[in-house]
C-alpha cells in the first residue's frame, strides 16, 4: 500500500478490488443486490432484519422500550443480517432498503406491507405509529428531532471516521486519526454541555433523540466501542457518563441491546429474537451454564 504521505491522486478514481483492509470484501462502489436471497418472514407485525451495531440497536431499544409500555403491536422478530457475509446485498433485503446498509423493517400490520429503512426514519415511524417517544408539543419535538437528525449527520465522524481509522484501517494514519478524534471529542463536549442543562437530550422526557444517541456516544463513554475509551478520556465527560448510566440501567435497553449482538460475552448475546420469552432462555441458558 503506498504511504499516504506520497499519494498523488490520479485524474479519474479507479476501484481496487481488496484495498480497504478489514471491510474490503463488502465495499464496493455500486449499488443493488448481488445474489438472490429470500428474507424469512415470522408471526409478528413488524418484521426487523438487522446486526446488533449501533444503528441496530436503536431499533431493537425502541422496540423493547414501545413493548414494556404495554403495546403488543410493536411486537417483533430480529432477523440476524451477517454483513460480514454480504447479506445486505441479497435480493430481498435490497427490495426494503435500496442502501444495503442495517437496519431494515417491514411493517406487515396493514393490508399493504410498508417498508421503513435508515435507523432515524425507522425511530419517527414507530414514535407516530405508537405515540411514544416523541413529544407532540412542538418546540419539544423540535428539540427532540435536532437532537435525533444531530446523531444522524454526526455519527459518520465517529463510525466511518474516527472508528475506521483508530480501529479499523489496514495502516495507521495520524492525521485521519488526529482529525477525527478532535471532532469525535467536540461531539462529546456538545453533548455533554447539553446534559449538564437538561437530564436528556430532548429535554426532561426519554425520546427517541436518547435511543439514538445512546448506542453510539453512550456506547462510548461506557467504553464498549472501538476499545477507544482510554485514548479520548471519556470519563471526562461526567455528564455523558451519567446519561448512559441513566439509560442503562433501563431493562428495556439492556434487552435492545442483547438483540442480534454476535461480539462480547455470550450471555450478552440474543442472535435472533422472536418471542419475549427468547430473553428468559437467554437468562436460564446463562444460570445454568448453557
Known sequence: MTNSSEYTPPAVWTWKQGNGGRFANINRPIAGATHEKVLP?????????????????????????????????????????????????????????????????????????????????????????????????????????SWLFWQMGSAPYLGGG?????????????????????????????????LAASEYLGGGDYTIADIAVWPWYGGLAKGWLYGAAEFL??????????????????????RGRMVNRVQGELSSQLHERHDAADFDTKTQDKLTGG
Open 162 to 194: 474516527f472508528g475506521h481509522f483508530y480501529a479499523y484501517a489496514p495502516v495507521k494514519i495520524e492525521y485521519a486519526i488526529d482529525r477525527f478524534a478532535m471532532e469525535t471529542k467536540r461531539q462529546l463536549d456538545v453533548l455533554d454541555r447539553r
Open 41 to 145: 418472514v415470522g408471526k409478528h407485525p413488524l418484521q426487523l432484519y438487522s446486526l446488533g451495531t449501533p444503528n441496530g440497536v436503536k431499533v431493537t431499544v425502541m422496540l423493547e422500550e414501545l413493548l414494556a409500555l404495554g403495546h403488543s403491536g410493536a411486537e417483533y422478530d430480529a432477523w440476524l443480517i451477517k454483513i460480514g457475509d454480504g447479506d445486505q446485498f441479497g435480493s430481498d433485503f435490497v427490495a426494503i432498503n435500496p442502501n444495503s446498509k442495517i437496519p431494515a423493517l417491514l411493517d406487515r400490520s396493514g393490508p399493504k406491507p410498508i417498508r421503513v429503512f435508515e435507523s432515524g426514519a425507522i425511530l419517527v415511524y414507530l414514535a407516530e405509529k405508537f405515540g411514544a417517544f416523541l413529544p407532540t408539543e412542538p418546540a419539544a419535538r423540535a428539540e427532540c428531532l
Open 233 to 254: 478520556q471519556v470519563q471526562d465527560y461526567k455528564n455523558v457518563q451519567r446519561w448512559a448510566d441513566q439509560i442503562g440501567n433501563r431493562p428495556a435497553a439492556r
